[in-house]
């Protein structure tokens, strides 16, 4: 039992990947809400090439979750109770906080009564703001992450057979969703239509990058030794995604003559293939900045990372506010002699930069620091810790899996979305 409390050390790894894929979802939403700066279809195709390019943000997300997850809780006994109690103050109340703050500032001068059912129904379905059924996907994994651990026990030794049984599943998957169900004719029925409308936020949509995420926390150490070492085929493979991605578009768009928004769309057969690269090449990149350590034989920046990693979870939820004030007065206000990407940069910075300052600043403020998913004192906890730490720590029962070194680094704290230790979170 004391080997399978112990504390398990940091992997800097996700900190950039957390930070990083929370600005992309932003980059997705400033892409499609900028569109119409566009006088010509041959800017609007181009920038939604560029849409299509930053569809990848919810299968990383959902990779980094269950990579955090697996980390923190494989091998360890599940206490239902004390998961949920944190889960419930560190995830949940914000996510319901904001639920109520954007359904009152997107339909104002509604009665209580139509409030209060209007929020109940918004926070089960994620459907206050666009953005946050990010969320409620976490939520839902929390729910099957007992089940999902059993599992992984279960086929742990087998994980090129899993991983490949999966992939198929989801491209198959997609492929079903995509041609029959967002175009074909079950999607005409009424009740598909409803399957159609929340299709994006049920979690089993997405099990590929579940189980990916999974694997890799119990592989993570070969995993990061391959790619340091053949790092150069898996950025060539993303550029190669990259290109096929953008030629399917092409064709969509150009030769079948289907509309933007069905060429756009996230859940198709190209979208596995692509975000698995996207996934490999950032993991990569990640390896390598956390491969070169300096003093105390941590990462340069880790401080900053680490910050910005606590803050995504507040950019996730507060960004979209922000961004719709930006369109409403910010964006009119730029002189149109400005070049398209000119502006839309700028409204990205803008956006991405005033959602990182609030979500840091109230990290550091008592009781409001909830409001983003953390406790005021993590910050100094986590770094005391982090000192006390020796570089190269490993867990004494990191050999979990007889066949395989379990894991070089593994996280203290948890989901993408918040996620976390047993320090900072009590």
């Not at 004390?82 to 906080?97: K, T």
């Not at 994994?141 to 198929?168: C, E, G, M, Q």
């Not at 005033?354 to 998913?373: E, N, Y």
Request: with cysteine; aromatic share 14%.
């Amino acid at each position: 039992m004391k080997e399978q409390q112990a504390r398990r050390p940091h992997v800097y790894e996700l900190d950039p990947l957390r930070a990083v894929t929370a600005w992309s979802v932003v980059a997705v939403h400033v892409l499609a809400g900028t569109i119409l700066l566009n006088q010509s279809n041959v800017g609007v195709e181009v920038q939604n090439a560029l849409v299509v390019a930053m569809h990848f943000t919810r299968e990383v997300f959902i990779f980094v979750t269950a990579f955090a997850l697996v980390y923190v809780y494989y091998g360890k006994p599940f206490a239902t109770r004390r998961f949920w109690a944190r889960r419930s103050i560190g995830v949940l109340l914000p996510y319901c906080i904001w639920s109520v703050v954007y359904i009152w500032v997107n339909i104002p001068g509604q009665s209580p009564a139509t409030f209060l059912k209007t929020a109940i129904v918004d926070i089960l379905t994620g459907n206050a703001s666009y953005q946050l059924y990010y969320i409620l996907l976490t939520l839902q994994f929390y729910i099957i992450l007992p089940l999902f651990l059993l599992f992984l026990k279960r086929v742990a030794h087998h994980p090129w057979k899993v991983l490949s049984i999966s992939f198929v599943i989801q491209v198959v998957l997609y492929y079903a969703d995509y041609r029959w169900l967002q175009q074909g004719t079950v999607a005409s029925s009424g009740f598909w239509q409803i399957v159609a409308g929340f299709q994006d936020r049920f979690v089993l949509v997405y099990q590929f990058y579940f189980v990916l995420g999974g694997f890799t926390a119990l592989y993570f150490q070969q995993i990061r030794s391959f790619l340091l070492r053949y790092g150069w085929i898996v950025a060539c493979v993303m550029v190669a995604a990259l290109a096929v991605l953008w030629l399917h578009f092409v064709l969509q768009i150009r030769v079948y003559q289907e509309s933007i928004g069905y060429a756009t769309s996230v859940l198709q057969p190209v979208m596995v293939f692509y975000s698995l690269a996207v996934i490999l090449f950032a993991l990569w990149l990640a390896c390598r900045w956390a491969s070169h350590r300096y003093r105390e034989g941590r990462p340069r920046g880790y401080r900053i990372w680490r910050v910005l990693s606590d803050a995504s979870f507040g950019v996730y939820l507060i960004h979209v506010l922000l961004l719709s004030a930006i369109l409403k007065w910010v964006v009119p206000a730029m002189p149109t002699v400005w070049p398209v990407a000119i502006r839309v940069i700028l409204t990205w910075l803008m956006t991405v930069g005033s959602a990182t300052a609030v979500s840091v600043t109230l990290l550091h403020i008592p009781v409001l620091s909830r409001l983003v998913g953390r406790k005021h004192s993590v910050r100094r906890e986590v770094l005391q810790q982090a000192g006390e730490e020796k570089p190269g720590q490993r867990p004494q029962h990191a050999e979990t899996i007889p066949s395989t070194r379990l894991v070089e680094q593994v996280i203290q704290r948890g989901t993408f979305a918040q996620e976390r230790s047993e320090v900072g979170n009590g």
